[in-house]
């Protein structure tokens, strides 16, 4: 059973960084596109941010040059980087891993940024 599980969200203050994760498991990770996406409280689950399974990246307008996406298809795992963190980006963080035949999510992670 494929399980996809997220770490490292908190509390932090505007301006501070946070580095999730996501370790998959029973998954060939290599051969998924992995993806970030958020949803706010009474707003509709958005894409933060995905790299391909050739590690090309594209990211929302929103974070672009304050997040990063990377991943470790040794580990299977994928990470984001989030810098220069402000009060909107506060939602929980769910983890995604799509192919052409399967998309799975993971349980979500909260990050909270206050001002």
């Known amino acids: 059973q494929v399980q996809l599980v997220e770490s490292g969200g908190g509390l932090v203050q505007a301006g501070g960084s946070l580095r999730l994760s996501c370790v998959a498991s029973e998954l060939d990770f290599s051969r998924n596109n992995m993806g970030w996406y958020r949803q706010a409280p009474g707003k509709q689950r958005e894409l933060v941010a995905i790299i391909t399974v050739r590690g090309g990246t594209n990211y929302a307008d929103s974070v672009k040059g304050r997040f990063t996406v990377s991943r470790d298809n040794a580990k299977n795992t994928v990470y984001l980087q989030m810098d220069s963190l402000k009060p909107e980006d506060t939602a929980v963080y769910y983890c995604?891993?799509?192919?052409?035949?399967?998309?799975?999510w993971g349980q979500g992670t909260q990050v909270t940024v206050s001002s």
């Open positions: 995604n891993a799509r192919n052409f035949l399967s998309n799975y």
